[in-house]
Antibody, heavy 123, light 110 residues
């Protein structure tokens, strides 16, 4: 059974940093691209960042480019999101999501999601 | 402002047929496949339909997806109370080189 378990969320002041983790199990982690998707309070879903199965390629939404860094440790079956210079508009539930393939291209879709971790940016 | 446009709400009575639309452009739905996600209250999203019209394992056949040009739709034939949820369409966008979502449609079963 595929399981994705996020952790690392919490309350952080504007301008602060936070690192999210996603522990994966139930599938061969290195064979699939992974992503972070967020959902602001009462809002819709927003793709944040993706990384290829090998970790060699990374992709970001315009809104977080230069601020967030996605990475993975295939030996630990774990996905990360380092978030710097956080702003109030980054407040959201952050979901870890598995892509259906290793690469990053059209035809990809999120076939499994974690339960999410809440990040609140406030003073 | 989402690149994919969905109605914010939809409703129907049990047993009724309901359709949710999703409108995009040539850079997303017009040239790529559409996927639909269901988000039950207080839970994470779950893949419902992929590649325009393929149901995920375990999804009953009263759910169906279709696509025509730069628009797509999700249909419920025989609405049930447990279908009450938020539904999101999504597609790859060639211009952004990433996934774009619709704003979501809240489905209410009256």
């Amino acid at each position: 059974e595929v399981q994705l378990l996020e952790s690392g969320g919490g309350l952080v002041q504007p301008g602060g940093s936070l690192r999210l983790s996603c522990a994966a199990s139930g599938f061969t982690f290195s064979r699939y691209a992974m992503s972070w998707v967020r959902q602001g309070p009462g809002k819709g879903l927003e793709w944040v960042s993706s990384i290829s199965g090998s970790g060699s390629s990374t992709y970001y939404a315009v809104s977080v480019t230069g601020l967030f860094t996605i990475s993975r440790d295939n030996s630990k079956n774990t996905l990360y999101l380092q978030m710097n210079s956080l702003r109030a508009e980054d407040t959201a539930v952050y979901y870890c999501a598995k892509f259906n393939r290793a690469g990053y291209s059209s035809g990809n879709y999120f076939d499994y999601w974690g339960q999410g971790t809440l990040v609140t940016v406030s003073s | 402002q989402s690149l994919l446009t969905q109605p914010p709400s939809a409703s129907g009575t049990p047993g009724q047929r309901v359709t949710i639309s999703c409108s995009g452009s040539s850079s997303n739905i017009g040239s790529n496949t559409v996927n639909w996600y269901q988000q039950l209250p207080g839970t994470a999203p779950k893949l419902l339909i992929y590649s325009n019209n393929q149901r995920t394992s375990g999804v009953p056949d009263r759910f169906s997806g279709s696509k025509s040009g730069a628009s797509a739709s999700l249909a419920f034939s025989g609405l049930q109370s447990e279908d009450e949820a938020d539904y999101y369409c999504a597609a790859w966008d060639d211009s952004l080189n990433g996934v774009v979502f619709g704003g979501g449609t809240k489905l209410t079963v009256l």
